[in-house]
């Protein structure tokens, strides 16, 4: 019984170090792009900055969304791939949620909310202005895989030390 627990609790030690790993690594200082205000209206300037999207390319930036595709403009990034720019929000765009598409040697994505022109309520404004620059990051689809087995196993694991813990007590 404990040579069980003592392999269980390597396994799950090991993919635990395995695949945080890599997850750490790739969540901060990775390629790509923030937009500050996040909810800006129709006519608004907008604050776009893009990391890692290629050194010395010229970022093409657009607002994509349901039947919209607008190219706001390029912007050339620095020899690390990185920018900062300003454009204006179309003061014809409807409200609603769109993309934000840096594309450079790289691409990256991000989501804002346009809003309707006038007083905003404090349900449209994000609740944390310091989780405005938390960039968005997509999970490969090997990395998705890896974590539902891990957590599938652990879970399996938890059954299984449960119903052999219930088993000890009767057998007493």
């Keep these: 019984m404990k040579r069980i627990q003592v392999l269980a609790l390597l396994i799950a030690l090991a993919a635990l170090v395995t695949l945080g790993g890599g997850g750490v690594a ?49 912007v050339q990034a620095d020899e690390e791939g990185d920018f900062t720019a300003q454009f204006r929000v179309p ?25 309707a022109a006038g007083p905003t309520s404090s349900a449209e404004m994000p609740m944390d202005p310091a989780m405005m620059n938390v960039p968005v990051r997509e999970r490969p689809l090997w990395e998705t895989i890896a974590l539902v087995a891990l957590f599938g196993a652990l879970s399996g ?11 000890e007590l009767a057998a007493r």
Excluded at 27 to 50: E, N, R, Y
Excluded at 91 to 115: C, W
Excluded at 157 to 167: D, E
């Design 26 to 74: 790739l969540a901060d200082g990775g390629k790509g792009v923030t937009v500050q205000p996040l909810t800006p209206k129709p006519g608004d300037v907008i604050t776009v900055k893009g990391d890692l999207l290629g050194p010395n390319s010229i970022v093409e930036v657009r607002i994509i969304g349901t039947g919209v595709d607008i190219d706001l403009g390029e």
């Design 91 to 115: 003061a014809d765009l409807a409200p609603g949620t769109y993309q934000v598409q840096a594309t450079g040697a790289e691409s990256a994505t991000t989501e804002i909310t346009v809003v």
């Design 157 to 167: 694991l938890g059954l299984f030390f449960a119903r052999t813990a219930r088993r």
